[in-house]
């Protein structure tokens, strides 16, 4: 073979090479201008994403305890392409179910904290409708990077999913003077304002925007629903496991700062909780317990039970009243809305404590109902007879169930229906985790919504040593898309009369007026 031939095959191959090359490298990275600056991502298969992008100063020197400001542009262009730090949040300790995947290994330290991360199939189009999860954890714990709340799932079925971190606990929610109120809801409402901003460098369509959350992060949805603040951010809405009823008033806000306050041996204002670091106040958070600060007022009921002190504050601005409230007086009437409870959620709070076990008379299982209805008797029967397969313990566990999650979310949809289209789920699938004690319990349902079903499967995941299945996976995410895309999940609208209901289980089922029984004798029990 001549000199000159060698010399053109090699010449051939060594171009091959660098652009198989170059072109590699432009698929496993994409850089978009955004507001701030230039972000670099990366490009996973048929996903673009992006993490750790930041949609508010790092909340540091004059910025913290303080409403949340822009960023400040940086020159060059940013990884995006890592996990960052997450707001200071306590370890969690985990009993039957591995916490780690909901809530990660724990508080990842850093400053620059409040940031978003999106999944992506397409950064071109600009028309692709987005979803935004807020996460969950009582206001006080809990980040958006976990495996759990990936979004690759989402964006392969032709959605921008967005998630975000806000300040939690004392620096995100405790009633302090001379400080904004509601500082985590208004990192939250921050978010939306970047996600309309820079949401069609993504790929998304700024006009048709669903936000949805579970646990404190459906409370939040709900007060945002009904916040003058939040309006023209989002189009549809989301409520899984949440309560238009869980706020506190300012009296009661007040109050548990007040016992802060006592004891810290300090006054309750920002410059005395400026004198902590992150890690002090962290450590100092469990020093007032829900037991030290009486909640019941004329007016208001503890939102929580007596077992969380940290929940959104009526304060005439972000909150201007009870959300249920402004609902029932037609705040939210721009957005659609799809609400929904699991069928045993407070057994996610009951099992480990091994209180269920210890009702054994109907004497103590009437107490302990007396201290949420003023007539235990007749609700117990009532019960007794909508679930005559379970034991006292189980019935306990069911009637807090209706008073946390069950009756907060369907007044909230009766309200909601009067204005706007709502629709109604219960998630019913029971989780084989410690021998299916657990059943549907609080929080069983994300895995499901995200499709994410395999990093909760196992001896103490989620779902139990039996998984999940994988078509109720994909159905459950369907209708959720489907709702982003056009405002119904493919079911029929919920109103006052019929109360339509989808049971998700294995089966599908919507339900006419379920549990009407239950739900009437609730009729005038924390109302407000």
Not at 180 to 203: E, H, M, S
Not at 447 to 453: A, E, G, K, S
Not at 520 to 525: E, F, I, L, M, R
Request: zero cysteines; glycine letters at 8%.
């Amino acid at each position: 073979m001549k000199k000159s031939s060698l010399f053109f095959i090699a010449t051939f191959v060594l171009f091959a090479y660098y652009s198989a090359k170059a072109q590699s490298y432009s698929t496993d990275n994409t850089i978009l201008h955004i507001e701030a600056g230039k972000i670099r991502g990366k490009f996973d298969k048929s996903v673009y994403i992006f993490k750790n992008i930041p949609f508010a100063a790092p909340p540091v020197g004059n910025l913290r305890f303080a409403a949340p400001v822009k960023p400040t542009p940086w020159q060059g262009v940013r990884d995006a392409i890592a996990s960052g730090p997450t707001a200071p949040f306590p370890t969690t300790k985990d009993a039957d179910i591995d916490g780690k995947p909901t809530f990660g290994e724990g508080w990842v330290k850093g400053d620059n904290f409040l940031t978003t991360n999106v999944w992506t199939p397409n950064v071109k189009t600009g028309r692709l409708p987005v979803m935004v999860y807020i996460h969950g954890g009582a206001f006080v714990l809990g980040t958006s990077n976990v495996p759990i709340f990936d979004g690759t799932s989402f964006a392969k079925k032709g959605v921008v999913l967005v998630s975000f971190n806000y300040r939690l606990g004392i620096e995100g929610f405790l009633k302090i003077d001379g400080v904004p109120t509601n500082i985590g809801i208004r990192d939250q409402i921050a978010a939306l304002k970047w996600v309309q901003k820079n949401i069609k460098a993504f790929g998304g369509d700024p006009s048709n925007v669903t936000v949805f959350g579970e646990s404190a992060g459906a409370i939040s949805v709900g007060v945002l629903v009904t916040s003058p603040a939040a309006k023209g951010l989002f189009k549809n809405a989301i409520m899984q496991s949440g309560s238009g009823q869980a706020v506190l008033s300012g009296e009661q806000a007040d109050r548990i700062a007040k016992k802060y306050a006592t004891t810290l041996h300090i006054k309750n204002t920002r410059e005395a909780y400026m004198k902590f670091t992150p890690e002090q106040l962290v450590a100092y958070q469990p020093k007032v317990t829900p037991k030290m600060v009486k909640l019941e007022t004329e007016d208001f009921s503890d939102p929580s039970g007596g077992v969380s002190l940290y929940f959104p504050v009526i304060d005439q601005d972000i909150v201007p009243k009870v959300p249920l409230a402004n609902a029932r007086n037609g705040a939210g009437s721009d957005y659609n809305l799809l609400i929904g409870y699991n069928t045993d959620e407070m057994n996610y709070f009951l099992v480990p404590t091994g209180v269920l076990k210890k009702i054994k008379l109907n004497l103590i299982l009437n107490f302990a109902v007396k201290k949420v209805h003023p007539a235990p008797a007749k609700l117990i029967s009532i019960y007794k007879k909508e679930y005559p397969k379970k034991n006292l313990g189980e019935l306990f566990s069911a009637v807090l169930t209706s008073y946390q999650a069950q009756v907060p979310s369907i007044r909230f949809a009766n309200a909601h229906a009067l204005i706007g289209k709502t629709y109604m789920y219960e998630f019913a699938w029971p989780s084989s985790v410690a021998n299916g004690t657990y059943g549907a319990y609080h929080g069983v349902e994300i895995p499901f919504v995200f499709n994410n079903l395999d990093i909760v499967t196992g001896q103490r995941g989620m779902l139990g040593p039996n998984g999940g299945p994988a078509e109720l996976a994909n159905k459950m995410q369907d209708a959720w898309v489907q709702f982003a895309k056009t405002g119904s999940p493919g079911w029929e609208a919920y109103d006052n009369k019929q109360r339509r209901t989808m049971l998700i289980n294995k089966t599908w089922v919507l339900q006419t007026n379920p549990h009407a029984k239950i739900l009437s004798a609730w009729d005038g029990v924390r109302d407000k």
